[in-house]
């Protein structure tokens, strides 16, 4: 039985779910990621003769079945084979009202297609009795971003796992960003972006809470003139 059957016992098993934008590193055991990265690189140099290249001879490609297998799993795959990174809270002594971070950055890959998805996050929050470390926001957003996804279900992602980890319902989470499989495939418009916002607790509720979000995302970096 090689490694990824192992794995997907284990999960099975476990009455657990193993989509592509699942993380599944509780299923992992040590020394799995170099085993799958083996694997995976078996089955994309078949990929590369399917494809009527020849490795043997041309030296662009002769290691390109091993660079795909190590960027997948330890690079642009990652965040479903590595755990949530440590995430640091802190007492709040009193704010009570909005702050956002961003734009913090977007990069991630599309299920469909396996092409890139580039673009930009901004996160709005209104705390409760914890908040956590400034970086934390970008850590938790990468983490998450790297899996083969759509675009709606990475920023419900977002802000589900800041509600866990922030400790509030008040969160605001919008994505803007650009899918390759639009701008290199298919309808190749490379004017087109997707923006995708997902409002909880008091941003779902307060209308004047939601623009002032929106009024401070378009005065922070990462618009058209800022």
Known sequence: MNTSD???????DAGARFHSNDNISAYMEEGDIDKLQ????????????????????DHNTQETAKRVAKMFLKETFSG??????????????????????????????CAHHFQNIVGKCWVGIVPEEEVIGLSKF???????????????????QIAEALKEYAKTENIAVVVKAEHHCMTVRGVREHESD???????GAFSKDQALKQEFYDVCLSMKGHSGN
Do not use: W
Request: aromatic share 6%.
């Open 6 to 12: 192992k794995i997907r016992k284990r999960i099975k």
């Open 38 to 57: 083996e694997e995976v690189q078996q089955g994309f140099q078949q990929v590369l003769q399917a494809l009527v290249i020849d490795t043997d001879n």
């Open 80 to 109: 479903r084979y590595v755990p949530v990174p440590r995430i640091t809270a802190f007492p709040n002594m009193g704010y009570k009202s909005l702050y956002t971070t961003g734009p913090i950055s977007v990069k991630s890959v």
């Open 138 to 156: 970008n850590r938790l957003v990468h983490h998450i971003c790297e899996r083969p996804q759509i675009q709606e279900e990475m920023t419900s």
């Open 194 to 200: 997707m923006t995708t916002a997902i409002m909880h």
